[in-house]
């Protein structure tokens, strides 16, 4: 008996060295790709880290690839006269969005925020929220990010105390883009060189297919704080629907984003039929302007801010300009 409790206490003491073994390599490994994934020059982490990390410009740009890809950062600056950042990211929604705004505040008040969003930003989609893992990285930052997390499974916060489980499938990626400068983003504008092809795309008369409707009350709730925050920080916010080739389908969710906009006094603007921008020479594919078309687009809405401008922020940039203007 005394030597079954004997092996029994080895048992357990091995046991207990090799969790806590586990734990230090990886709490170590953790720290070690951390300051990694925090050091990356390129990539949408590293744009996604400026925003977190080293925010500090006048207007702030957040959305889908449709952000990214429509709001020349450049233009923005040079026509509003105020720094600018473009933090929109390939593939993400609301949520997304509404993460990366959280922890941007931690660090820097901007004094515009741009909302790029699709028509169905409020519709439920079911990989939506399994896209929230890219927030695993700055879980610690934000209460907000593991509300967010949480919203993929009930156990992701349990994972996510794993340090490497953070970094799970980025580790290639995390050092590509620390060692190896790639992309030609401008600001965090990433322009899309390409033309679509007109007699290859789908036709005006093509409709779009089909999807459900239903609406998403997280991503209700993640508007309505992203809307909140801006009004607490006294932040100008703009909410656009940027141009497409096609006609876009409007049903719930636009009749809710409209409506949550309009009720809280936002400005909104919806571009998607613009005649203007029914111009197939302007689009990389049917969802997506090319370079040229963001040029232009960028300058209409250029034009269409400094109309909307609050006194606060219009009269005190106007005052900083004069004054730098009378020093040369």
Same mark, same amino acid.
């Given at each position: 008996m005394?030597f079954?409790r004997?092996?029994? %206490?080895?048992f357990?003491?091995?046991l207990?060295?090799?969790?806590? *073994? =586990?734990?230090?390599?990886d709490q ?10 925090t050091?990356?020059? /390129?990539?949408e982490f590293?744009?996604? $880290?400026?925003?977190?990390y ?9 959305g ?5 890809h429509?709001?020349?950062?450049s ?8 720094? &600018? ?6 593939g993400?929604g609301?949520?997304?969005s509404?993460g990366? =705004?959280?922890?941007?505040?931690q ?12 028509s ?15 927030l695993?990285?700055y879980?610690?930052q934000?209460d907000?990010?593991a $509300? ?7 156990? #992701?916060l ?10 799970n499938g ?14 030609? %983003?401008?600001?965090? =504008?990433n322009?899309l ?7 290859? /795309?789908?036709s005006?008369s093509s409709?779009?297919?089909p999807y459900?409707?239903?609406?998403? *009350? ?8 992203f809307?909140?925050? &801006? ?7 703009f909410v656009?629907? /940027? ?6 389908t409007k049903?719930?969710s636009?009749?809710k984003?409209? /409506?949550? &906009? ?8 919806d ?5 203007f =921008? ?8 049917? *969802?997506h302007? $090319? ?18 401008? %609050?006194?606060?922020v $219009?009269g005190?940039?106007l005052? #900083? !300009? #004069?004054?730098?203007?009378?020093? !040369?």
């Open positions: 005394q079954v004997k092996i029994n %206490t080895q357990f003491i091995r207990l060295l090799m969790i806590l *073994a =586990f734990i230090a390599v170590a490994a953790g720290a070690f790709i951390y300051y990694f994934f050091r990356q020059v /390129s990539g590293a744009v996604a $880290n400026h925003v977190v080293n925010l500090n410009e006048d207007v702030l740009i957040l889908s690839s449709r952000a990214s429509h709001y020349n950062s233009h923005i600056k040079d026509g509003l006269k105020l720094s &600018c950042f473009n933090g929109g990211r390939d993400e609301i949520l997304y509404t990366i =705004f959280e922890l941007a505040l660090r820097h008040i901007p004094k515009v925020v741009i909302l790029d969003v699709n169905d930003v409020l519709t439920e989609k079911e990989d939506e929220k399994n896209k929230l893992s890219i695993l990285p879980l610690k934000s907000v990010v $509300n967010m997390i949480v919203k993929k499974g009930k156990l #992701e349990l994972k996510s105390n794993l340090q490497t489980y953070r970094y980025q580790l290639f990626s995390i050092f590509q883009h620390h060692f190896l400068s790639s992309g030609n %983003t401008v600001m965090g =504008f322009p060189d390409n033309k679509m092809d007109a007699g290859r /795309s789908f005006r409709s779009l297919k459900a409707d239903n609406i998403s *009350a997280d991503n209700v709730d993640a508007l309505n704080l809307i909140t925050e &801006c009004k607490r920080q006294k932040i100008q916010l656009f629907v /940027s141009p497409r080739y096609n006609d876009d049903l719930n636009y009749l984003l409209k /409506s949550i &906009c309009n009720s809280n006094e936002v400005v909104f603007h571009f998607t039929n613009d005649v =921008f029914k111009n197939a020479a302007y689009y990389s594919d049917r *969802a302007l $090319n370079s040229r078309g963001a040029d232009l687009y960028t300058d209409t809405i250029v034009a269409f801010m400094k109309k909307r401008l %609050t006194p606060a $219009n005190q940039y005052s #900083e !300009n #004069e004054t730098q203007a009378d020093e !040369n």
